[in-house]
């Protein structure tokens, strides 16, 4: 399962965003003071899935989904940052920005500047980060003094290329590391390192604006930001969700062409989140089922197989494979193998996105 966490200033349209974006909620302790955790799934908007099931018509439907939590009562602090194991446990980090005026809510700065508030999260990340490198680098001075080790030495020279970083004001997502060097820091859970979806929080009438939501974006000084390393932004307006989220589906698509808008933004970042991540769908399709399934993009086809069941890919023998483009012209895969679009794969393949997968395998 994919994790996101969502951080962010107070009041800045988080737990709104949340509870729009997703269903099955529960709530746990988050271990900090009187932090509350809210889990919620959110699934994966994704045409070629609804188009695939208007073909074969199956009983059930399954999408990707992405899990996203909410912190309550959490400050923004770089201590809540460093106690909240849901943040440390995210896969990456959404950071809801505050851009709508509404002076009915508090601004926790009293003005409303989306470039600064960015900057100050990312700065509450590596502070907690630069807090975690340099508690490890002093306990391995330590444990170096009492005689060499390969492996720590190296941990150390990690650590201290991360600490120089920081430092500078580099978060670790931007730093390029060997394999390796990666797995030695993954125990710590770096906040910077996390891909990280900034989503702004627009004004109702940055979105109907002169130039719409991109428009906004470019005055506010942020259209550099979404090409960082592992970085994306988008934009959102969570009083007109909340508006189409009232409505039936056939008045909300209306609403949204009215503004000008192919999708609602909730589509949006639960679909950035997920193509941040580096993840990839690919589909199994039939009479009972049709199902969108979540693999890191580079997945070969036996590991992809043990998605669905350890017991595939133990007995993988072939995968049958059709992108679905062609699927979905064709209108069936017996058309496709006619047309010798169906290819046999082996274990190594390497799975794309978007493609429609019949496993062979001995049981
Ligand atoms: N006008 C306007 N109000 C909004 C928008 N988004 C959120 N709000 C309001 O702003 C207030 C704070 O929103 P929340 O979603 O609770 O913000 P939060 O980030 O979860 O805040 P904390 O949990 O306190 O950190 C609520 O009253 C929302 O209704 C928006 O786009 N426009
Ligand atoms: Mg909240």
């Known amino acids: 399962m994919l994790r996101a966490a969502l951080v962010g200033l107070p009041s800045a349209g988080k737990t709104t965003l949340f509870q729009l974006m ?3 909620k529960e709530t746990a302790g988050g271990g900090f003071g009187k932090t509350e955790v809210q889990v919620g799934i959110a699934r994966v908007p994704d045409v070629r899935l609804d188009r695939l099931t208007a073909l074969f018509n199956p ?93 720590l030495e190296r941990e150390r020279d990690v650590l201290t290329a991360c600490r120089a970083a920081l430092e500078e004001g580099k978060p670790l997502r931007t730093l390029s590391l060997s394999n390796d060097d990666i797995k030695r820091l993954r125990g710590f859970q770096f906040l910077s390192a996390k891909p990280l979806l900034i989503v702004i929080n627009l004004d109702e009438a940055d979105l109907t604006g002169p130039g719409g939501s991109a428009a906004a974006i470019e005055r506010m000084a942020l259209a550099g930001i979404g090409g960082h390393t592992a970085t994306r932004l988008v934009a959102v307006c969570a009083k007109i969700e909340l508006e189409i989220a009232q409505l039936d589906p056939a008045d909300a698509k209306s609403f949204l062409a009215d503004l000008g808008l192919a999708e609602s933004g909730l589509d949006r970042v639960i679909r950035a989140s997920y193509d941040l991540l580096g993840y990839i769908s690919f589909f199994t399709v039939g009479e009972d089922e ?74």
């Open 22 to 24: 997703t269903s099955v």
């Open 59 to 151: 009983k059930k439907h399954i999408p990707a989904t992405v899990e996203f939590t909410d912190i309550v009562g959490a400050t923004g602090s770089t201590q809540s940052l460093v106690d909240v194991t849901a943040y440390r446990n995210a896969d990456a980090l959404l950071h809801v920005v505050r851009a709508f005026r509404d002076p009915s809510v508090p601004a926790p700065r009293e003005t409303i500047d989306p470039a600064r508030d960015i900057q100050a999260v990312e700065d509450e990340l590596m502070l907690a980060d630069l807090g975690i490198a340099e508690k490890r680098l002093e306990r391995l001075a330590k444990d170096l003094k009492k005689g060499k080790n390969a492996e």
């Open 290 to 363: 049709n199902r969108a399934w979540s693999i890191p993009r580079g997945t070969n086809a036996q590991l992809a197989a043990g998605e669905i069941h350890s017991d595939i890919q133990r007995g993988f023998i072939r995968a049958e494979v059709v992108s679905c483009e062609p699927l979905l012209q064709r209108g069936s895969l017996a058309a496709c193998r006619e047309n010798a679009e169906i290819r046999l794969e082996g274990k190594e393949y390497v799975v794309q996105d978007g493609d429609v997968i019949n496993f062979r395998h001995a049981t």
